[in-house]
């Protein structure tokens, strides 16, 4: 299993598609998008579900993390049947969040990688993307790093998505 | 847990919507389509994975069967753990893909749903959404259903998906 | 030319790929979601721009209205310059929205299309859809159609798209 | 008026949402992905049409030229009725296709930009944003600007979006 965590637009989702290309096996690929994805939509602005401010500033209540919590349990046991997963998180909650993530994969082989890029840059890639809430990446960039450890970090900053890429299949026996 | 089966073009994605705006509780979504965007790109193209023919018809090999049903059992354990899970699936092999589900949802409580559509009309609603392969829609409408068990069964022919949802949700307790 | 004016979630983007395929030629197709999309990202929140309310209503300032007429009368270029085209559009002026078409469109051969769609359909397809704000269907249902003159009138209420485009189809010589 | 002309994966859509961001005034945008979306899906895989083929290499066919021409003339009328509009085009015919937009623009005042990336980085971006055909990138790297004149190149081998955007918007008075 690959863990990235990582702001938003710090380049996760470009790495995670370079990885499954780089890759010899077939890896599966989950994360917070998806599972937003799988939520009801009105779910998407609630209190109880995943709320997304003006100034770009995410909160999650109780019912996201009931769910959340059974998500984790469910790719944890994908994991334990043989698929290979990259999962490509954001930790809101920095060290807490990856503490979430190891109780569930107790005893699964991990690779803990963080993504990192200068909020300025994030903050400029999220105006190219056009899809995102302005003002999350800058919040997010250093926060969700706040207490993780990592086994690999890689900088978007000012290296391609393919290239980080590789440097995290190399890590991958 | 709900799992509704049907054709391509059925109308399984806006039933889905409906009941997820229709139960009181929060149910997470998931799909053959959310595990095929799950898979890296080069298995949408490939024996191994899955291949959509020029006539609509749909082959998957080894690979894809593999990683199915690691995620069938993550999906599984997420309704252990407490989710609520409606799952929107084509059973490709009839009966033979209910016996898959069934095997991995040992114990928990389920209600199969079987979304039927005739060809014609699912023919038509292909060519009005156009992101399908035209012929995957009369392919499989019948073909998914053979053999298969239902608890309830819907036909979106001549009814919208919110009163399908409607029916559906009056049989979760 | 043809025009189609309906509601939201009224089943006009899929009337017009059923049209595409039906109609021998080579038609384009462009709407208001077309133009939409070619705004800056900050007029799809603003006063000058367009901006819809939570209760579904949507109100445009006059910015929106100086680049949609500009607009119109590069739609209307394209149509004399030989090429087929499909408008789908939501008149929410009604009648004067139809008097700006008219008046771009001096001299070019147009059919005039009424979508037509019962509201409390409407707004079930647009949980359905579940990528538009809840309440525009049904405000706009019959809103849309206020004092506009047409050619043809097709109803999605118990039509399928492709029977309404076959109608459609037929009053292009 | 601004075109900007650049290869597949050079990063052209991610300026134009920044420099529709930059710029204090409302600027349209209109390009070959949009165009291509108002075609019916047959032509998007017939010889008249447009086919993309499986080393990446994209090939118009005559009904596509004959509709292009059309578009070219009502996004010239759309800029001499006042709107500002910014081009993202690929130019497959490079000086040639330069000339078709130059006919059309008459009298229009216009920036013409060149967007470089090195064919290696847009390659390996390709592969990152996973929804091109693989080789377009690397074969139209330096195709598009055969011949071509510009105002002003930006280059985003190494070069963020926002950047390229600011040093284009500095240009337009």
Chains 1, 2, 3, 4 share one sequence.
């Not at 890759?23 to 709320?51: H, K, N, Q, Y």
């Not at 290979?84 to 969040?97: C, P």
């Not at 991990?110 to 840059?121: D, Q």
Request: with cysteine; aromatic share 6%; net charge negative.
């Amino acid at each position: 299993m690959i863990i990235l965590n990582g702001g938003s637009s710090s380049g996760k989702s470009g790495i995670v598609r370079c990885l499954q290309a780089e890759l010899p096996e077939s890896w599966l690929t989950f994360g917070c998008d998806s599972f937003v994805d799988a939520l009801p939509a009105r779910m998407r602005a609630d209190d109880a579900g995943i709320v997304i401010g003006d100034d770009g500033g995410v909160s999650v209540g109780e019912d996201f993390r009931t769910l959340e919590a059974a998500w984790t349990e469910g790719v944890a046991t994908m994991a334990r049947a043989g698929a290979r997963i990259i999962i490509d998180d954001v930790f809101l909650g920095g060290a807490a969040s990856q503490q979430r993530w190891r109780k569930a994969l107790d005893g699964v082989d991990t690779l803990w990688v963080g993504v990192r890029c200068a909020g300025a840059v994030a903050a400029g890639r999220e105006i190219a993307r056009g899809d995102r809430a302005p003002g999350m990446a800058a919040r997010q960039a250093d926060m969700v790093h706040e207490g993780v450890v990592y086994d690999l970090e890689v900088d978007t900053t000012r290296t391609e998505s393919v290239e980080c890429a590789r440097i995290i299949a190399a890590h991958v026996r």
